[in-house]
């Protein structure tokens, strides 16, 4: 019986079902083939799979995955020595923006790329599983960032607030100006241009109330710039012309991307909004949509890049600059289960 019950847990974990292992974990899993020790470190891989499935990336950086975890963890909380993998938790640090103003490493506001390699395989293992509202909220995800993942090439980091005044600040600048009316950036995106000057500056809650709010209004912000403006100022005339051409013709795809079918489908569903959710056929159907109509701007969208979602991870190395491929992070998640349910099986009683 309890070999049945391991296969089964194996299974899960090849399916990346972090929440059922722990689950059936918790039901009792603890007998001759697994110590307690043993279930309190399967118990962190597993909550700390389900926050990459979920992109929870504020806690990524937490030793103690169960922390706030709604997956099933009453044994990993009796032993503080069962934690993260320290070389799965560095991975998964460089996904995520840091949770305090002068906090190092900077993570996700040194670098997009990890975290689009990120957003890559949660939309693999999403979309493989039939889980389309996680697919469609990864690509949502992505189409807000992807601005700063272009303006990253000519920036040198990924919009780190400690280092865009000498980006778009100074004289000749309309950024963040509320009484430059020539600048064609909404009252929103005017607020979180004048915020990221600053914020820097202010204590932990400023500093996650700008992440949570107006980082990704920001992002817009410089697509307006390269993208759109009338009378450029100088947060785009300071740049070469070979740095212009790559914010202009990046930003312009990010705000394709933006108003595609595939991001409307983030607003159709599911609740408040008619309750219906995507089957993989709709997702597919609204993704060939956006593909067919982003290939005038990125013709390398039409190709097959053998991915899930035809041609995206080609729409993300068009905009990083770049080949980015999908991350491994959740897959070796998976795989240090298996094999530490291995080792603890072959083990004497």
Same mark, same amino acid.
């Given at each position: 019986?309890? $070999? ?25 899993? +603890?007998?001759?083939?697994?110590? %307690? ?11 700390? &799979? ?15 995955? %169960? ?53 890559? $395989? ?9 889980? %389309? ?42 950024? &963040?100006?509320? $009484? ?21 500056? $202010? ?8 992440? +949570? ?119 070796? %998640? ?16």
């Amino acid at each position: 019986m309890m $070999e049945t019950a391991l296969d089964a847990v194996r299974v899960l974990a090849r399916r990346y079902s972090f929440a059922e292992v722990a689950a059936l974990l918790a039901a009792g899993m +603890d007998g001759a083939s697994l110590d %307690t020790r043993t279930i309190a470190q399967l118990e962190q891989l597993c909550a700390f &799979g389900q926050r990459l499935m979920e992109l929870d990336a504020e806690d990524f950086g937490a030793a103690d995955a %169960t922390v706030s975890s709604n997956v099933e963890h009453e044994v990993a909380a009796r032993f503080a020595d069962a934690t993260v993998p320290p070389a799965l938790r560095k991975r998964a640090l460089e996904c995520r923006m840091p949770q305090a103003p002068r906090e190092t490493p900077r993570g996700a506001l040194s670098s997009l790329h990890p975290t689009f390699r990120l957003l890559l $395989e949660v939309i693999d293992v999403r979309f493989r599983r039939g889980e %389309t509202m996680g697919v469609v909220a990864a690509a949502h995800i992505a189409c807000e960032y992807a601005p700063l993942l272009v303006w990253e090439r000519v920036l040198g980091h990924a919009g780190d607030p400690a280092l865009m005044a000498d980006a778009v600040g100074g004289k000749k600048s309309s950024w &963040g100006h509320f $009484e430059d009316r020539g600048c064609p950036h909404t009252k929103a995106e005017k607020s979180a241009a004048k915020r990221v000057l600053h914020v820097s500056q $202010e204590n932990v809650v400023g500093w996650r109330a700008y992440l +949570d709010r107006q980082h990704s209004v920001m992002s817009h912000a410089l697509a307006t710039c390269a993208a759109s403006c009338p009378r450029p100022c100088t947060v785009y005339t300071r740049l070469s012309p070979r740095e212009a051409e790559t914010v202009t013709i990046g930003s312009r795809i990010a705000l394709s991307f933006n108003g595609s079918a595939i991001i409307r489908l983030r607003h159709s569903a599911p609740v408040g909004h008619g309750f219906g959710v995507p089957s993989r056929a709709e997702v597919l159907e609204a993704w060939e949509r956006t593909r067919e109509s982003m290939a005038r701007l990125a013709p390398s969208v039409a190709a097959d890049d053998g991915f899930v979602l035809p041609g995206f991870n080609n729409l993300v190395s068009t905009l990083a600059g770049v080949r980015l491929e999908q991350s491994t992070l959740i897959a070796d %998640t998976a795989t240090a289960i298996i094999e530490l349910l291995a080792t603890s099986a072959a083990e004497p009683d």
